[in-house]
């Protein structure tokens, strides 16, 4: 028997909670969550945490996203990181390269 879209991480009141809280990431307690989520074994909550990083992107949720990134395989995902990083040159970090 197959998986359930939840078993995958398919909910869509949990990517959509994730999605909301991205517009509050300025505040630490959600931010810290966002890096958090960076962690889920569900490619969704990874991805809106991202999004939400990126929303309101500050130092300490740009070293999260240069950790994740060092890993990461899914290209849309590194494309979004990237143009973060690179939409603020004066804060422009060098990107990890890939260990996969």
Same mark, same amino acid.
């Not at 949990?14 to 959600?30: I, P, T």
């Not at 890993?71 to 849309?76: F, K, P, Q, S, Y």
């Given at each position: 028997?197959?998986?359930?879209?939840?078993?995958?991480?398919?909910?869509?009141?949990?990517?959509?909670? =994730?999605?909301?809280?991205?517009?509050?990431?300025?505040?630490?307690?959600?931010?810290?969550?966002?890096?958090? /989520?960076?962690?889920?074994?569900?490619?969704?909550?990874?991805?809106?945490?991202?999004?939400?990083?990126?929303?309101?992107?500050?130092?300490?949720?740009?070293?999260?996203?240069?950790?994740?990134?060092?890993?990461? /395989?899914?290209?849309?995902?590194?494309?979004?990181?990237?143009?973060?990083?690179?939409?603020?040159?004066?804060? =422009?970090?060098?990107?990890?390269?890939?260990?996969?």
């Amino acid at each position: 028997m197959g998986k359930s879209g939840s078993e995958w991480g398919g909910s869509r009141l949990r990517h959509s909670a =994730l999605a909301a809280l991205g517009q509050y990431s300025d505040r630490s307690e959600v931010r810290d969550l966002l890096i958090e /989520t960076l962690k889920s074994p569900f490619f969704g909550a990874r991805s809106a945490a991202v999004k939400g990083l990126i929303a309101h992107l500050d130092a300490v949720g740009r070293q999260a996203l240069i950790r994740y990134y060092a890993d990461l /395989t899914d290209v849309r995902q590194r494309r979004a990181i990237e143009q973060a990083l690179k939409a603020n040159p004066a804060k =422009l970090i060098t990107l990890p390269v890939s260990t996969r």
